[in-house]
């Protein structure tokens, strides 16, 4: 935090003063690229207008979204003006405010020569508002991507310099600026124009909403060599790209689909590093966790310090013992989804070839209950859950991956982690038939299956009643379930070496 007087007051304006606060800031960070963050700043305020100047926000302060305030109430506290200085000094900068002018630049003396100075009149500075704009707002990477279209176009970024009366591009030498004007912000700085009731020392509060901060959850399960009995362990990783460093801050993570509106690029800079929080303690603190408003809070339990451009890690979910269940789907149905994405019911009626390609792959799917009972029972962020199994010589193997979504407790989960090897499965219609006068058509299937696996294997036949709302099962050759209202489901078991054929018809009517 720093103090910035103005040099000139004017007439009936008196200059508050932001002093250090010892209270700890405060993070609440949303798995959708932003945060609210909270600090505490003390103002040295005089009775009627004070201007003051902030200079420890991030470079990605929402500006329209700052509120401060006196949390006490004690004196009548207004913002009457507000200003955001977010382009702070650089290279590019003051080559900018210099365009024009001759500049002295230090040359490095080469092969014991010794170092000399040359005047360069900047033609060109290369800089222009978009690239730091977009530097402080969107981030480097995304910055640094709009300057290489401006280069693929023949606007190139770099500076034309003017040395004994020839052009080059780039600078000749390390650059010498002349003195910085008083109203010059080394960092991006909030400017409020104050109004107090009364001359008073207030320990206010300053919020706003800020980008370049994310987070999100992961999940590593380990199944043991023989069964599904899984041990789960669940990371949260914070990703600060804010261009400010946090010290010792309270942090909340916020899980939930919270109505952000957007503006411009969402890719910020990614990771850059990792770094593990490590809780010593034999019995260490635990993430905390409480309903929210329509979402879930996390709250880390002890302060944390997250450096600019940092990505941290801190376990908060930890269970043994986890009953799960690995089940084989065969979904056989192959659909060119961007040929029929526009169809309506009605033309896929029509298209007497539709859903007729099969798909021979069988899908491993892990299952298991969010409950309690089954040593879990806590809103699980949407993340990256990560399947590794022990082989006969004690090693984990990666058998898998892929993303839940939020879901609260005693939900289920039923997650896809690749296809199995030794299961095949096989789809085809043997007969169609329509009456289109009648309103009715019919369609068989075959669906063969083939376990080349040296154990038994239950394969669930999942099939998709897409052709109308009226239908009719007939001839099964399996009992079946019927799951929604367009969906039907054999399960099928099959021993080692085996294969088997299920059959049925279906008769649509409209």
């Not at 998709?464 to 009992?479: F, G, K, M, V």
Request: aromatic share 10%; net charge negative; proline share 5%.
């Amino acid at each position: 935090m720093k103090t910035i007087p103005s040099a000139l007051p004017l007439a009936g304006v008196l200059f508050g003063l932001v002093l250090p606060c010892q209270a700890q800031p405060a993070l609440t960070i949303y798995n959708q690229n932003f945060a609210t963050v909270r600090d505490r700043l003390t103002l040295d305020l005089q009775s009627g207008l004070n201007d003051v100047r902030f200079t420890d926000t991030t470079a990605h302060v929402e500006a329209d979204s700052v509120i401060l305030r006196d949390p006490a109430g004690a004196v009548s506290l207004r913002v009457i003006e507000q200003n955001y200085r977010a382009d702070p000094i650089s290279e590019g900068l003051l080559l900018s405010l210099n365009e024009g002018k001759e500049i002295d630049f230090l040359i490095p003396g080469t092969q014991g020569k010794p170092d000399r100075t040359v005047k360069g009149k900047i033609i060109r500075s290369g800089y222009t508002a978009h690239s730091a704009e977009s530097m402080q707002r969107y981030g480097r990477a995304y910055a640094m991507s709009q300057m290489s279209m401006n280069s693929a176009y023949g606007q190139g970024m770099q500076p034309i310099i003017e040395v004994e009366g020839q052009l080059q591009f780039g600078l000749p030498g390390k650059p010498f600026f002349p003195a910085l004007a008083d109203d010059t912000v080394l960092k991006p700085t909030l400017v409020w124009k104050l109004h107090s009731d009364q001359a008073a020392k207030v320990n206010a509060e300053v919020a706003y909403q800020t980008g370049g901060m994310s987070w999100e959850a992961a999940y590593n399960v380990v199944a043991p060599e023989k069964g599904d009995t899984l041990d789960l362990t669940g990371w949260v990783t914070m990703d600060n790209q804010s261009g400010k460093t946090f010290k010792e801050a309270k942090v909340q993570l916020v899980a939930g689909d919270v109505a952000k509106l957007q503006n411009g690029n969402d890719e910020e800079a990614r990771r850059v590093g990792a770094m593990r929080a490590a809780l010593a303690s034999v019995n260490p603190p635990q993430i905390t966790e409480k309903s929210f408003d329509e979402y879930h809070l996390y709250s880390l339990p002890l302060p944390t310090t997250l450096h600019d451009r940092e990505t941290k890690q801190v376990e908060f979910v930890r269970a043994a013992g986890i009953k799960a269940e690995r089940i084989y789907v065969y979904d056989g149905v192959k659909i060119d989804r961007n040929r029929y994405s526009n169809y309506t019911m009605m033309n896929i009626r029509s298209q007497e070839d539709y859903g007729t390609e099969s798909n021979p792959k069988v899908w491993v799917m892990r299952e298991f209950k969010n409950s309690a009972a089954n040593q879990l029972g806590i809103p699980l962020p949407l993340g990256t859950v990560r399947f590794y199994r022990q082989d006969d010589e004690g090693q984990l193997q990666f058998t898998g991956e892929n993303q839940i979504d939020h879901t609260p407790k005693d939900e289920t989960l039923r997650i896809y982690t690749g296809n199995a090897f030794d299961l095949v499965g096989e789809r085809k219609r043997t007969a169609f038939k329509s009456d289109s006068s009648n309103h009715w058509f019919d369609e068989t299937f075959e669906i063969t299956l083939r376990n080349h696996k040296t154990e038994a294997a239950e394969i669930r036949v999942v099939e998709h009643l897409y052709r109308w709302t009226n239908w009719e099962i007939r001839e099964p050759s399996n009992t079946f379930l019927k799951t929604d209202a367009q969906t039907i489901e054999f399960r099928i078991p099959l021993k080692p070496d085996e294969e088997r054929v299920v059959s049925y018809q279906v008769h649509y009517s409209w």
